[in-house]
């Protein structure tokens, strides 16, 4: 009924950019909130960006060069890559919150989405 799904990943040279797309849809279902996280190996998944109610929220290690941002017209959020470096490099996933009327509410995940940045 729900779907989360990622896109633009891909691997890039240090100092340049990326711009993440997640893309929410249901039938029926309002969108309220996205968050990315991501995944290094090995390493346990991090809360990096999120956006509720026009606010962002951004996890040090990526303050001033990630950028989250959303579409308007569409359950569409991007998060703008900048001046990336190596420790970057992990899968990129998308998580959003929603609701259906007043009384259901959910979180739902993206696939991922793979970033690899060479040094």
């Known amino acids: 009924q729900v779907q989360v799904v990622e896109s633009g990943g891909g691997l890039v040279q240090a100092g340049g950019s990326l711009r993440l797309s997640c893309v929410a849809s249901?039938?029926?279902?309002?969108?309220?909130?996205f968050a990315w996280y991501r995944q290094a190996p090995g390493s346990q998944r991090e809360l990096i960006a999120v956006?509720?109610?026009?606010?962002?929220n951004y996890v040090d290690s990526v303050k001033g060069r990630f950028t989250i941002a959303r579409d308007s017209a569409k359950n569409t959020v991007y998060l703008q890559m900048n001046s990336l470096k190596p420790e970057d490099t992990a899968v990129y996933y998308c998580?959003?919150?929603?609701?259906?009327?007043?009384?259901?509410?959910?979180?739902?995940w993206g696939q991922g989405t793979q970033v690899r940045v060479s040094s």
């Open positions: 998580k959003v919150n929603g609701r259906r009327g007043a009384d259901l509410r959910f979180e739902y």
């Open positions: 249901g039938r029926s279902w309002s969108f309220d909130a």
């Open positions: 956006i509720s109610d026009g606010n962002t």
